[in-house]
């Protein structure tokens, strides 16, 4: 047996690439990436990982053409009212990262992921963590832009006297960052075969494992994602320290 990350964070890269490669349009792209995260999401339940985070859309993707980010936002919405039930059901929880109430957000897009995050969460309140899921999606969401603002944050804060900037800790900036209450992920993967994070969880990947693949997100089968849980169980993890120094083994 070989160690399973908590948390696994995905760059969900490739989906255009994939159209293109049958000839459909890119929407079909995003519609057949759609249904590759539920299947994901069923085979990381079933490896036992408990917690996901999903890299849907950025806020440089607000540079896109105007029909293909009405159909990635449309995507994202249908695949929110039909994971809701599905979510319950299964006692996981979803969480929304980004600023969903930005105003190029649709409001049936809002409401649908308020719906999803606020259900999912009151269906598993009294579930205990260690059996629940947690699927984090990142929604109009970029690293830099939740640093900035969790920074603006914390100096309101400070102004008011609530905290003494002279003691304050990693922790207390994490507090007022989006991804607050939910653990580092142990593992980034990027699909499609670039290899950069694309302001992706800037803060929390410190120490993360990085894993880069070719495979398109639609692709990303369970054989191939088994492939990277076998891929980390494989890792040492020094977290800066010697071989033999604070080392975990993935």
Not at 3 to 25: E, M, Q, V, Y
Not at 116 to 140: K, P, Q, R
């Amino acid at each position: 047996a070989f160690a399973i990350p908590k948390h696994i964070a995905f760059i969900c890269d490739g989906n255009s690439r994939w159209a293109t490669k049958f000839g459909l349009p890119a929407s079909a792209g995003h519609a057949a990436g759609a249904n590759g995260l539920l299947n994901c999401l069923k085979t990381l339940k079933k490896a036992g990982v408990q917690y996901c985070t999903m890299y849907g859309f950025s806020t440089e993707n607000w540079k896109r053409d105007d029909k293909e980010i009405k159909d990635i936002l449309a995507v994202i919405e249908q695949t929110a009212l039909k994971f809701h039930h599905k979510a319950i059901q299964e006692n996981i929880r979803v969480k929304i990262l980004g600023d969903i109430y930005d105003p190029r957000v649709p409001l049936s897009l809002q409401k649908a992921l308020c719906l999803l995050e606020e259900g999912t969460w009151s269906a598993a309140a009294d579930v205990n963590d260690d059996t629940c899921f947690t699927v984090c999606i990142a929604i109009n969401y970029g690293g830099r832009h939740d640093i900035v603002k969790a920074s603006v944050n914390m100096a309101k804060q400070i102004i008011k006297g609530n905290l003494d900037p002279e003691k304050i800790t990693e922790s207390d900036f994490g507090a007022f960052l989006c991804t607050c209450g939910i653990p580092e992920p142990d593992l980034i993967v990027r699909t499609g075969g670039e290899k950069r994070i694309s302001n992706f969880l800037l803060w929390d990947i410190a120490y993360s494992e990085l894993f880069f693949t070719d495979v398109l997100w639609p692709d990303l089968n369970e054989k191939e994602l088994n492939k990277i849980l076998m891929w980390f169980g494989s890792r040492s993890r020094r977290f800066g320290g010697r071989k033999g120094q604070h080392e975990v083994e993935a």
